[in-house]
């Protein structure tokens, strides 16, 4: 499964940002998909997470309010919306997949075998 994360750039502190992640995977309607981080010198961190079937979404208590996740299974894409962004918010943005990921480990990035190359997002203030 390959991903294609796309949408970063450079803008200030309130702008908004929205980061798509794309596949070709015909199957991707049944994959569970988040969006991880890593800024700097610092470990990748969970942000947002959706289930194959939208039913259930999560959020890293920093990005809750700003930040919603969203499928369009008829596209194969996950979006991400991000608002009121922060400077704290610069970091790569990659997006993850699989099947079968439980609910337990939806912020356990080892619970993805597939990942985007991630882009690039800053926030400056």
């Known amino acids: 499964v390959q991903l294609q994360a796309s949408g970063g750039g450079l803008v200030q502190a309130g702008d908004s940002l929205r980061l798509s992640c794309a596949t070709s995977?015909?199957?991707?309607?049944?994959?569970?998909v988040a969006w991880f981080r890593q800024a700097p010198g610092k470990e990748r961190e969970f942000v947002a997470g959706?289930?194959?079937?939208?039913?259930?979404?999560f959020y890293e208590d920093s990005v809750k309010g700003r930040f919603t996740i969203s499928r369009d299974n008829t596209k194969d894409t996950v979006l991400l919306q991000m608002i009121s962004l922060k400077p704290d918010d610069t970091a790569v943005y990659y997006c993850?997949?699989?099947?079968?990921?439980?609910?337990?480990?939806?912020?356990?990035?080892?619970?993805?075998?597939?990942w985007g190359q991630g882009t690039q997002v800053t926030v400056s203030s």
């Open positions: 995977e015909q199957t991707f309607s049944s994959y569970t």
């Open positions: 959706i289930r194959w079937n939208s039913r259930h979404t």
């Open positions: 993850a997949a699989d099947r079968g990921v439980i609910l337990s480990s939806i912020r356990d990035s080892q619970a993805y075998d597939y």
